[in-house]
Every structure is written in C-alpha cells, then in structure tokens.
C-alpha cells in the first residue's frame, strides 16, 4: 500500500505542471510557425515520420469520421475480448457505431478462447491529472512530437476517458507475481487514493456528467490549445477516427491494444521501455511508462485509452495509492496435466487465489507456482472466475473437454483409460492365437475407440498383424481398402495370407498400375501415388480402410494426402500405422489426427496456437514450434493414438525378426526383365551342358542383382521416410552397392561403406564412424566381405538388398547387430523379388536352415519367423531351376566360382543410375538427411511415459 502525497510533493506537482503549460504555450507557437512555413499540417508530419510499421498505416487516410462514434464507443468496452480480430484488417476509420463496434473489437481485442468472457468495464474519468511526483524519473517532462509527457490540463481533453495509472512505478509487478502464496492470504479489497478521487471531484464541479463531459468536448478543447489544436482538429477530422484501446497487464510489462494512429504511435516511440512485438503487431512498456504515456494520449483527442484495470480507485476510505498487485488484470488459461488434473496457468490475483481455494481438490505447486485441480472441477472454476472482472482464465479448448468428457464429469485417477476385452470370435483364430499380449490390448484399443485410431508402436513390433486383426474384426464392413507405400504393397499381401487363412487368394487386389481396378477385391491394397490417380473410380466409399505409414499424409498439400483425407473422413473405420507420426514438428501429426477424429481442432491454425507455437511473422503464420506438447500427448493417448515403444515389450518381443519384403515386380524395368528371361530359358533349355546351364545360373543371379536396385532404392528411401534412424543394408554385387550409395550421396544421406576393397584399418574406422556418430544413418555392407568381425550394435535393423545362397553367411551378417550390446529386439528384413533367382533362393535359403537347425546347429528358423508361407513355386520348369541352383551351389568350389563370376559382372550399360528408373514422386517424397531427426528424440521422450 503507498502513503499520501505530502504537502510537500503536491507543491511540486503544482509547480511542474505550471512549466509543463508554458512549454506548451511555446511549442505551439514553434509549432504553428514551422506548419506555416512548410505549409502541411503537424499531424500529417506524423503522419509521415512517425508512423510505426506500416502494415500499421491507415489505408485511406483522408476518410471523414464521425464524431458521434467516440461515445457510443464507450458501451462498446465489454465486448473487448474476443477472438475474432481480423488478422489483416488495417482500416481504422468509423463512420458508424457498426462500424466503431467491429473496430474496437479489433482494437480491444485479447486473444483468447473464451469468447464470452468480459473484461471490467471501461473506468471513464475526465480532467485529472496524475500527481508528477509519480511520473518516473527517466521522463523528465520531456517533449514528443508536439505532445508532453507532463500533466496536462485538467480540461483539455476531455474527449479522453481515462484515469491515471497511481503508483505505477512503486510496486514491482515481478514481485507480486511470484509471491503468490503470501499475497494470497491478503485482503482482497484495492486501496484507494483520496487524492485521485478529491481531483475527479474537481473536475466534475460543473455539474456535468461524464458523458456530457464528452459531449461538449470538442469546444473545450480548441478553447484551451489554440491554434495548434484548430490544425490537428483540422486534420483529425479528415484522418484520424476515433479510436479506443486499453492498456492489458503483461507480467512486469503492460500492452496497449489500439489500432493505428500517429499521434499515440510517436508518444510509443518516445517512451524509453518501449517494445514492439511485430508478432503481435503490439507496443508494450515498463510500468515506470505508463503514467507518462497515459498523460500523453489523454492529449490526442478521440483516442480512449483503457486504463489498466484497477487503476483508478473510487470511494473508500483507505489512504494510499493502490499498490500494483491488486490492479493487476490477469489472463490466462487451462491446461492439461493429466489425466486427471489440469493446471491453470495464470498470473497473481488476491480474488482468483480466493476462488481457487474454494475448489476441493485444489494443489498448490511449489515448484511452477502453478494451482492445479481434478477435471471434474474444470466447469465449476471456470463459471466461478468468469465472475471475476479482473481476470481472464481460458477454459480447456473444445477438443478436450470433449476427449475428457467422463473425466470432466467424474475424474478417475486411473492412469490410462478402461479397455475392455475385445470379442474376436470373429477372426480367423491363427492370427488371435499368434497375437502377442500387448498386440491383443493393441487390437482391444482400437475397438474401444470404435476402430479409428493412429496405431504409432515403434518399428518392428507388429503393426501389421495388429491392423489385419482389427479390420477383420469389421470384416463385415468390408470391402477394405489398404493404402501403403508401393514398396510394400505385395509384402501387405503376403501378410493377408499368412494371417488370414480363411481369406482367399483371390480375393485379394494388389492395385499395380492405374489401369487397374481400385475395388475389384475383397481386400484392395493401393500405393499411395496410385491412389491419388485412381480415386476418381470410387462410386461408394470404402469403411474400412487401413493406411500403412500415415506419416506419408503429415503434408495436407501433397497428393497423397489430398487423395487420401477425404476417403478417410468419410470411411467408418480408420486404422492409420506409423511408428514415427511425427519426426520434426507436431504440425505433422495434424492430418492423421483429423483422418482418427474428424471434429477434433476443426481449423488447423488452432491447434496451431495450442501445440505449434504459431507466431505470427510478417509473410504468415509460423507453425514450425511446439508448445503444450505434454497436453497434446495426453489428448493423443486419451483418443487419438496408442504407442508402444520396443522397450515398453521387449520382454514380449524374439530376440530376432524376420520379415519377409516383396519387392515390387513392376520395378523390374522391362530391360531387366527381358535378361531374366533370357537367362531363366539358359537353365531349363534340355541340350544345354552342365557347364552352360551354371553359366546361366550366373547370369541369372547377375540380372537378379540389376533388376532389383529400383525397388531395393526405393524401399531404403521409405525407410529413411519414416524415420529410420539407423540401418545395415547388406548387397552382394557391386554394381548394387554402388548404386545404393550413390543414391545416398544425392540425398545427402550420411552413410558408410564397407565392401571388399577397404582396408583392415579402414573397415574399422568406418565401423566405429557408424557406431559413435550420430549423423551416420546408414551402413551399405557387401554380404561377403563385411559378415564378420564387425560390431554394430547402434542399429537394430538389418535390411538384404540381395539374397545369398548360404545361409551361415546371411545369419553371420545379421549379427554384426543382433550381438553383445544390443539392447533390443533386431529387425531384419529380406528383400525377395518375385520372377527373380529369389525364387528359388528363398526356399533353398529356409531348406538348409532347417537341416541345420534339425542337426542342432542353427536356432534359427526362417518360415516360422516371416510371411513366407507358400512361397515356393510348384511349377515344373521352375522346380528344375530350384534343383539346378540346389545342386549348383552345394558342390564343392561352387561358391568361389559362384563368387568370381558375380563380383565381376558388369552389366555394362545397363549399369544406368538405377535411382532414375525410380518414380519421381518417390524421389521427391523423400526429403533429404538434413534436418529429418530433429524432432525425433523430442517425439520419443514426448511419447514414452512421463
Ligand atoms: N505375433 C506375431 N507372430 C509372429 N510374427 C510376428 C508377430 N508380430 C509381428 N511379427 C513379425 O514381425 C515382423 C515385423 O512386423 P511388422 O512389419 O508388422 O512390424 P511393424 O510394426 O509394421 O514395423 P515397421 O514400422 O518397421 O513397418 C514381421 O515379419 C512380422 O511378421
């Protein structure tokens, strides 16, 4: 509380304020014989030099006001606060109370989601001047723009309602923020200054009332400003509208929301605190301004200034000047902390502490000094605060009081939400019984939540198998439609018949070309590129539809996303995959949770402002940050999303899996495929020698090699997509190592090499690069010179760009990760190609693991542990050239033979860059290295449990 002016400090008001009036009386004449000269008006002077940004400027400056608005006006405070402030609106004039109302909405506007909250209303006081002795120091009556910083008369302006600021400089806001359980217990009643209230007595001594005071301002004014005042009159009449703003709390700091005028801009910019956030497009000031900055707009006729509330005391009989906690306008707003308690974020207020402690399951925390409170209170505090005129608490947005319904109306404390069990009588019982315990509850979540969800386990855990099991749940729903990256889409079909015996093959649609038709089966599997060209075909929308790497929609104005998104909205069942929904910002995770729950966040720039940190810049809107991402967590899990990461199941999880990749055929470039006939025809041709059907069997595992590099490329790239951190890509021939790392040098993807031609020293140099480094995502190893001695650990996903007809060699490779070190579970997928030698060296690769393993020498069984069912073909011919490479590489010498002749083809020109056979939509989809992990530790400790 601060004491009463003395006598002392009233005659030294007095004093200064006479030399303020005759330094005005000079500078209007100074004035008025410069405007002579120069023969413009001093307000357009301002108008020129002054102005502040000029997306701030008035677009038609000479539009006529009307002076009738500047009251009318006043009713027009409570609406204030609202949220519908037109971003890009710079127009100022009024020339009717329609208008003057839209205006101060614009004007007076303080973001916040609830609309209907209101603030104080508006304190109108006329002719007082704030004692001097409370103007700071660093202001010395200074002198800005023909305006001065001085008290100014007390009827001078009298077209300005405001009251002045008392003791603005006293009481350090900083101070009172953070003694928020100290100044909690205090009264909460504001002090009021007897001096303020004896000079708003004076100053109504005519018997006015305020509004008559407004009024007849116009004729006061001229009278007591002279010629200078007939000029700027002249010129406000054709420039300036009228105008009101208010000064808003801002912790230590106070803001001033008022649109643009010249006049006001040039006494911001002669305050020594100020500070514009071209963000906000806002001026805000110290306190030690604000006396001197209220004096000064109480000057500029038809400029309302709002006061900060409680600046003005009225009646009581308390002696001091309000001390500043208790004038403090505080805004703020909810957020969520759990699922259970959510946390008001919000400044110091004597009366909001007051209500807080009226909620039963209020807890105070020490360390945020932040009050938090069971959800099931949320409604009950925000109808309490809504009452209270100086504080502007934002209720949780929509979106979440609907997530959080039951808790809001009944909190429990459970951690997560009930799930029940799910019936699957339904599906076919070889995929329930398979289904590992966290994939059943996995399977029980997406049921509970109606089957719309983002499934997000980390890679590797079953996603698909997961997905299968859901949609058929809803198989009654069916067709399905599947839309996944064109790397996998024959793997996705492998899948649907290794897990759903009972589907037929021929049910199933593998969507290859866009001559194709969309929903000519029962299961219909679409590459995302392809569907972009094929939506168009769909007559009735699909209901069940799963998307595999959901991440690949993160981009609403991509194809993929825009072919996608409506199929999704309307679809009744919606499965979205991804083990990474989001590697750099949570904008990204904005399509796939609008795909989940269509009703959440219905504008973007909303969840924008929740969870991106938009800032306003001068091109836009930024949504490139995060905010509040503990909350959007929260909602994610509560509605959206379930992420299991491996380390939440390892205990559920092989130490080894195996998967079984079909490359795409139609990345088998026609060039390609005609050798591959060529050489097929070699092997099966009766008259052929011994010698010439192996030489043939050479060449066929060479244009294997060649013809695999498109699909082996693009299935690298849609690792490196969605967010693969760390890999080994194992390759036999050269000319399919070369061509990955050439790929990954144009993608500046930062890799390692290790093939036949490194050095001892070298190999382990490389070897430690992988290891310790970062930024090192992938490891390119040729399977003979790399599958031993070697130690890397850091990744655990291993992928075989080629096959290799010895299995201890392949197994050897795998465990250059899968070793001492390794701390979870490996991945390791095989690239197969149908039509290719890895016809048949798939199955002889699972044949001889399998005699090991009967002899006890091998643990490893490779059917059991992959989608490769039935994969082997029954066809006679192709059973000879089984035989043919059965007996071709278990005889004695063959693999040295077998060796030399591979590591020296030279495909010659069909040694192209294979990375340009690939699509340019996938090319282009792939981002480059730089920049793609960022987000990802953020997204793992963001989705890991708190
Ligand atoms: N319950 C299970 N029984 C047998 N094999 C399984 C089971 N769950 C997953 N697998 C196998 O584990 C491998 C990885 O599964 P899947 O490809 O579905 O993982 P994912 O979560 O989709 O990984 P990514 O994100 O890398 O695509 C596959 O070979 C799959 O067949």
């Known amino acids: 509380m601060s004491l009463p002016l003395t006598e002392e400090q009233k005659k030294k008001i007095e004093e200064n304020r006479q030399k303020a009036l005759a330094r005005r009386a000079k500078k209007s004449l100074e004035e008025q014989y410069q405007s002579t000269d120069s023969g413009s008006s001093i307000a357009a002077h301002h108008f020129q030099s002054r102005q502040g940004p000029s997306h701030n400027l008035p677009r038609e400056s000479s539009k006529p006001s009307s002076h009738s608005v500047i009251f009318k006006q006043q009713n027009l405070s409570s609406s204030s606060v609202g949220d519908q402030r037109p971003h890009k609106s710079h127009n100022f004039h009024l020339n009717s109370p329609e208008q003057a109302k839209g205006i101060w909405k614009r004007q007076g506007e303080v973001s916040t989601a609830c609309p209907s909250h209101s603030p104080p209303s508006q304190m109108t006081v006329t002719g007082i001047s704030p004692p001097l002795a409370q103007c700071p120091p660093e202001i010395p009556n200074q002198r800005v723009s023909g305006y001065e910083l001085d008290q100014g008369h007390s009827h001078a302006s009298h077209e300005i309602k405001l009251a002045p600021f008392a003791n603005a400089t006293h009481e350090p806001l900083a101070k009172a923020k953070s003694s928020q359980e100290t100044a909690a217990s205090a009264s909460g009643q504001s002090p009021r200054d007897p001096e303020l209230e004896a000079r708003t007595a004076k100053a109504s001594t005519s018997g006015q009332t305020i509004s008559d005071i407004h009024y007849n301002s116009g004729s006061v004014t001229h009278r007591t400003e002279g010629k200078l005042q007939q000029k700027l009159g002249a010129f406000r009449q054709n420039a300036v509208s009228s105008q009101q703003g208010a000064c808003i709390r801002n912790g230590d700091r106070f803001q001033v929301k008022i649109g643009y005028n010249a006049e006001l801009l040039a006494v911001f910019k002669s305050l020594p605190s100020r500070s514009y956030d071209p963000a906000t497009k806002t001026w805000d000031f110290s306190m030690t301004d604000y006396s001197a900055l209220m004096k000064a707009a109480r000057r500029i006729p038809k400029v309302t200034l709002q006061p900060l509330e409680g600046a003005v005391g009225s009646g009581g009989g308390q002696t001091g000047l309000p001390s500043a906690p208790s004038l403090a306008f505080v805004k703020g707003r909810c957020t969520l902390i759990s699922r259970a308690r959510f946390e008001a974020d919000i400044g110091y207020s004597e009366d909001l502490i007051t209500v807080f402690k009226q909620m039963d399951s209020r807890t105070y925390d020490v360390k945020t000094r932040k009050w938090n409170f069971l959800l099931e209170e949320h409604n009950k505090l925000i109808e309490r605060v809504r009452s209270l005129p ?16 039951s808790q809001l109306e009944k909190t429990s404390l459970c951690l997560t939400a009930d799930v029940p069990e799910a019936d699957l009588s339904g599906v076919d019982p070889k995929l329930v019984f398979n289904l590992m315990p966290f994939q059943r509850a996995g399977v029980n979540f997406a049921i509970a939540r109606r089957g719309r969800l983002l499934l997000a386990d980390d890679m590797g855990l079953g996603k698909t198998i997961q997905a299968i099991c859901i949609a058929a749940f809803y198989q009654k729903e069916w067709p399905l439609l599947v839309v996944v990256p064109s790397s996998v889409r024959f793997t ?30 029962l299961v219909n599997i679409v590459s995302f590129d392809l569907l972009s060209k094929l939506e168009k075909q769909l007559k009735t929308p699909f209901k069940v539809v799963i998307v595999d ?36 910002r949570p904008a990204e995770l904005y399509t796939q949770i609008i795909a989940v729950k269509p009703t959440f966040f219905p504008q973007f720039h909303a969840f924008g402002l929740r969870y991106c940190d938009a800032k306003r810049q001068p091109w836009g809107w930024d949504y490139s940050g ?6 959007l967590k929260l909602l994610l899990e509560e509605a959206v999303m379930l992420r299991r990461l491996k380390s939440d199941v390892l205990s559920q999880l092989p130490a080894k899996q195996r998967k079984m990749v079909v490359v795409a055929p139609g990345r088998i470039n026609a060039k390609a495929r005609a050798a591959l006939d060529a050489a097929a025809k070699e092997m099966t041709t ?77 190999r382990e140099d490389l070897c430690q690069q992988f290891q310790l480094s970062e930024g090192h995502t992938v490891a390119v190893l040729s399977i003979t010179a790399a599958n031993m001695g070697l130690t890397f650990s850091s990744a655990d996903l291993v992928v075989f760009a080629e096959l290799f007809w010895n299995p201890g060699v392949l197994i050897q490779a795998e465990d250059r990760v899968h070793r001492i070190g390794q701390t979870s579970s490996v991945s390791i997928h095989y690239l197969v190609a149908r039509g290719t030698a890895d016809d048949y060296l798939w199955p002889l690769i699972q044949e001889k693991i399998k005699v090991l393993g009967e002899a006890g020498l091998s643990e490893t069984n490779f059917s059991e542990m992959t989608e490769a069912t039935e994969y082997l073909y029954k066809d006679p011919k192709q059973q000879k050239i ?18 030399q002749a591979t590591e020296s083809f030279d495909p010659g020109s069909a040694s192209q860059d294979m990375g340009d056979t690939l699509d340019e939509s996938t090319l282009m989809a792939s981002s480059p290295k730089k920049g793609r992990f960022e987000f990802f530790d953020n997204w793992d400790s963001f989705t890991s449990p708190l």
């Open 390 to 405: 100086q504080v502007q608490l934002d209720p949780l947005p929509k979106t979440l009081t609907l997530a959080f319904a």
């Open 492 to 521: 996705w079909e492998q899948a649907f018949l290794r897990w759903l015996p009972s589907l037929s093959p021929d049910r199933i649609n593998v969507v290859v070309t866009r001559n194709d038709c969309l929903t000519a089966g």
């Open 549 to 584: 790497e959901s991440h690949f929609l993160k981009n609403s104005r991509t194809a993929r996303c825009r072919a996608s998104m409506p199929l999704l909205k309307v679809a009744k069942r919606v499965i979205l995959l991804s083990g990474t929904p989001a590697m750099s």
């Open 626 to 631: 995060s905010s509040n991402l503990g909350e």
């Open 686 to 762: 009766k008259d052929k020698s011994k010698r010439q059907q192996k030489e043939a069997l050479i060449v066929f595992f060479n244009r294997t090699a060649e013809a695999k590099i498109p699909s082996a490329i693009e299935y690298i790239l849609d690792l490196l997509e969605s967010g693969r951190e760390k890999f080994l890509v194992f390759a036999h021939h050269k000319m399919v190592l070369d061509a990955i790392t050439k790929e990954l040098e144009r993608k500046h993807v930062q890799h390692i090499r290790i093939d036949g031609a490194t050095s001892s020293a070298d």
């Open 882 to 899: 089984y035989d043919l490479f059965q007996k071709s590489f278990e005889e004695d010498g063959s693999d040295t033979e077998l060796l």
